[in-house]
């Protein structure tokens, strides 16, 4: 257990469906990241949080929507998804955004989209 | 552009040899870095970092190397034992840079 959780572990949903992925830290830190990793791929940043702002949104498709409600949440909320968004999608928090503190991960929700 | 370069894809090392994992970067500015380990289907976990005032750091089997005139970082992990058997990230942080930067990654296996 690192600190942050992300729920769920595993899900499978239909292009149709909409469905949320879930983070949580009580680190009591400030800025939090949605990540992608597609296989084989490296790791792509989606989404940046700084003190519940968005401050970072690298190019990704509207059908992604993340919503920080609070320091310690993070959600991901998908519609309408495509068979390529297939992903292990890892959420992470950090004390500073400049990462002098280092990143901790969560275990990550592995989505699998038919 | 990727600023953090980690050029071999995998490395394969028998048990009980050293490994030793490169990184490359492009920005001078850039003044502490950190590798990260990552075990299948799940997040990477912080294994070593050292700051650019430093030119090694070592931890147990680990050790980090930092040649700041060759943009260059290494990890160094002696003996190497199959559980260290993962993908190692090295990441990078400074100057204008508001985030860390991870490298591509490396997929190291152990062979028992």
């Known amino acids: 257990e690192t600190g942050v959780t992300q729920t769920p572990r595993h899900l499978v949903m239909g292009m149709t469906n909409k469905k949320s992925l879930k983070c949580e830290q009580h680190l009591g830190h400030n800025a939090m990241y949605w990540y992608k990793q597609s296989a084989k791929k490296p790791l792509e940043l989606m989404f940046v949080?700084?003190?519940?702002?968005?401050?970072e949104n690298n190019s990704v498709p509207s059908r992604f929507s993340p919503e920080c409600p609070n320091s310690s949440h993070l959600f991901l909320h998908l519609h309408t998804l495509q068979p390529e968004d297939s992903a292990l999608y890892l959420c992470a928090s950090s004390q500073d955004q400049r990462g002098y503190y280092g990143y901790t991960f969560g275990s990550g929700t592995r989505l699998t989209v038919v | 552009d990727q600023q953090v370069k980690q050029n071999s894809p995998s490395l394969s090392v028998q048990e009980g040899r050293i490994s030793i994992l490169n990184c490359d970067y492009t920005n001078s500015m850039f003044d502490y870095f950190l590798w990260y380990k990552k075990y299948p289907a799940e997040g990477p976990t912080f294994l070593i970092s050292i700051s650019s005032i430093k030119d090694k750091n070592e931890d147990g089997r680990f050790t980090v190397f930092l040649n700041k005139s060759a943009k260059h970082l290494s990890l160094h992990i002696v003996p190497s034992q199959p559980g260290d058997s993962a993908v190692y990230f090295c990441?990078?942080?400074?100057?204008?840079?508001?985030?860390?930067?991870f490298g591509t990654g490396t997929l190291l296996a152990v062979q028992p």
């Open positions: 949080y700084s003190l519940e702002e968005r401050v």
């Open positions: 990441a990078t942080t400074g100057g204008a840079t508001n985030k860390l930067i």
